[in-house]
Antibody
Framework: EVQLVESGGGLVKPGGSLRLSCAASGFTFSSYSMNWVRQAPGKGLEWVSS????????YYADSVKGRFTISRDNAKNSLYLQMNSLRAEDTAVYYC???????????WGQGTLVTVSS | EIVMTQSPATLSVSPGERATLSCRASQSVSSNLAWYQQKPGQAPRLLIY???TRATGIPARFSGSGSGTEFTLTISSLQSEDFAVYYCQQYNNWYTFGQGTKLEIK
């Protein structure tokens, strides 16, 4: 069974940093591109970042470019999101999601809440 | 950026009836379109990809159609567990989601 479990969320002050993790199991993690998608309270879904299976290709939404860094450790079956210079508008539930073969997101974690507030 | 527009924002339908949800792209996304279902407090679940292919384990009452800029998700006979928010997503040029359609019980 595919499982994605996020952790690392919490309350942080504006300008602060946080590192999210996503532990994967039940599939060959090193064979799949992975993504972070966020959802602000009561709002819709926003793609944040993608990383290819071997980390060769990395992409970011304009809203987080230069502030967030995605990475992965295939030996540990783990995905990460380093978030720096956090803003109030970064407050959201952050989901990690596996990219299916065609670009859709076929499995999602349960999410971890990041709250940016003074 | 490709903008995805879903309509209506809220759809009220009785159990057992058919629901039709629409999604429009600001430019062609070919068939690179997915639909997701999200229930309160839960992660999104993939329903349809490639505009019309059901994901693993998705009941046959869910069907998708369309290509280019106009897409439809149809739920043929609504069950109680189908009342949720539905999002479309294009993955032709990066990834963007629609704002969602809330399907509520009439």
């Amino acid at each position: 069974e595919v499982q994605l479990v996020e952790s690392g969320g919490g309350l942080v002050k504006p300008g602060g940093s946080l590192r999210l993790s996503c532990a994967a199991s039940g599939f060959t993690f090193s064979s799949y591109s992975m993504n972070w998608v966020r959802q602000a309270p009561g709002k819709g879904l926003e793609w944040v970042s993608s990383i290819s299976s071997s980390s060769s290709y990395i992409y970011y939404a304009d809203s987080v470019k230069g502030r967030f860094t995605i990475s992965r450790d295939n030996a540990k079956n783990s995905l990460y999101l380093q978030m720096n210079s956090l803003r109030a508008e970064d407050t959201a539930v952050y989901y990690c999601a596996r990219e299916g073969g065609q670009g859709n997101f076929d499995y999602w974690g349960q999410g971890t809440l990041v709250t940016v507030s003074s | 950026e490709i903008v995805m527009t879903q309509s209506p924002a809220t759809l009220s339908v009785s159990p057992g009836e058919r629901a039709t949800l629409s999604c429009r792209a600001s430019q062609s996304v070919s068939s690179n379109l997915a639909w997701y279902q999200q229930k309160p407090g839960q992660a999104p679940r993939l329903l349809i990809y490639g505009a019309s292919t059901r994901a693993t384990g998705i009941p046959a009452r869910f069907s998708g159609s369309g290509s280019g800029t106009e897409f439809t998700l149809t739920i043929s006979s609504l069950q109680s567990e189908d009342f949720a928010v539905y999002y479309c997503q294009q993955y032709n040029n990066w990834y963007t989601f629609g704002q969602g359609t809330k399907l509520e019980i009439k």
